[in-house]
C-alpha cells in the first residue's frame, strides 16, 4: 500500500509539473512576441531631437526622401536642452540628436556625429538647408547618433542629410 501511494504521490508531483512547464512555456511565448512587437514598432519609428525646435523645418527635404523610401515610417521630434538630449540618446530613446557644434562631451556612449551648416539656397530667399560643414566654419550644428545604431532607417536618414 505504501508502494502505491508514493507511486500516485510521484505521478502527480510530474503532472503537475508538466502542467506549469506548458504554463511556462506560454508566459515565454508571448513575452517573445511582446518583446518582437515592440521591436518591430520601434524600427519603424525615427526619434529626433533638436536643441532649438526652429531646426525641425530645414530637414523637410531630407525627410521626404526617407518617407518615400519607408512610407509607413513614423517620425517623432524632440526638442530639449542639450543635455538632455544627450541623455536621451544615451539611454537609447532617441535615435539622433542635433546640438550646437560647441564639441559638448558624449558621456557613456560612443557616438559618430556630422557638422553641418544652415545655408541659403539661391533664388528661394525663404529656402534654408542643412549642408554638410567644414570644422573650421562658426555657427555649426552637430547631428549625433550612437555608434552602434544598426537601424537601416537611421542609416538611411543619415545618408539622404549628407548627400544633399
Same mark, same amino acid.
Given at each position: $500500500?505504501?508502494?502505491a501511494?508514493?507511486?500516485?504521490?510521484?505521478?502527480?508531483?510530474?503532472? +503537475?509539473?508538466?502542467? $506549469? +512547464?506548458g504554463?511556462? =512555456?506560454?508566459?515565454?511565448?508571448?513575452s517573445?512576441?511582446?518583446?518582437?512587437?515592440?521591436?518591430? &514598432?520601434? /524600427?519603424? $519609428? +525615427?526619434r529626433?531631437?533638436?536643441?532649438?525646435?526652429?531646426? /525641425?523645418?530645414?530637414i523637410?527635404?531630407?525627410? !521626404?526622401?526617407?518617407?518615400? %523610401?519607408?512610407?509607413?515610417?513614423?517620425?517623432?521630434?524632440?526638442?530639449?536642452?542639450? &543635455? /538632455?538630449?544627450?541623455? /536621451?540618446?544615451?539611454? !537609447?530613446?532617441?535615435?539622433?540628436?542635433?546640438? !550646437?557644434? #560647441? $564639441?559638448t562631451?558624449?558621456? #557613456?556612449?560612443?557616438?559618430?556625429?556630422?557638422?553641418?551648416r *544652415?545655408?541659403?539656397? &539661391?533664388?528661394?530667399?525663404?529656402?534654408?538647408?542643412?549642408? &554638410?560643414? %567644414?570644422?573650421e #566654419?562658426? #555657427?555649426?550644428l552637430?547631428?549625433?547618433?550612437?555608434? =552602434?545604431? =544598426?537601424?537601416?532607417?537611421?542609416?538611411?536618414? *543619415?545618408?539622404?542629410l549628407?548627400?544633399?
Open positions: $500500500m505504501l508502494k501511494i508514493v507511486v500516485v504521490i510521484i505521478l502527480g508531483i510530474f503532472v +503537475l509539473g508538466y502542467l $506549469m +512547464l504554463k511556462w =512555456n506560454g508566459f515565454l511565448y508571448h517573445y512576441r511582446s518583446r518582437q512587437q515592440k521591436k518591430k &514598432e520601434r /524600427e519603424s $519609428m +525615427l529626433i531631437g533638436f536643441f532649438n525646435p526652429m531646426l /525641425e523645418k530645414y523637410s527635404d531630407t525627410l !521626404q526622401q526617407v518617407l518615400q %523610401q519607408y512610407p509607413a515610417l513614423s517620425v517623432d521630434f524632440y526638442s530639449g536642452a542639450e &543635455e /538632455e538630449l544627450i541623455r /536621451e540618446l544615451s539611454a !537609447q530613446k532617441l535615435d539622433v540628436i542635433v546640438i !550646437q557644434n #560647441d $564639441m562631451p558624449m558621456p #557613456d556612449i560612443q557616438c559618430l556625429s556630422k557638422t553641418f *544652415l545655408e541659403q539656397q &539661391e533664388g528661394t530667399p525663404d529656402h534654408i538647408r542643412l549642408v &554638410e560643414a %567644414q570644422e #566654419d562658426s #555657427d555649426l552637430r547631428v549625433v547618433w550612437p555608434k =552602434n545604431q =544598426n537601424s537601416p532607417i537611421v542609416r538611411y536618414f *543619415l545618408k539622404c549628407s548627400d544633399r
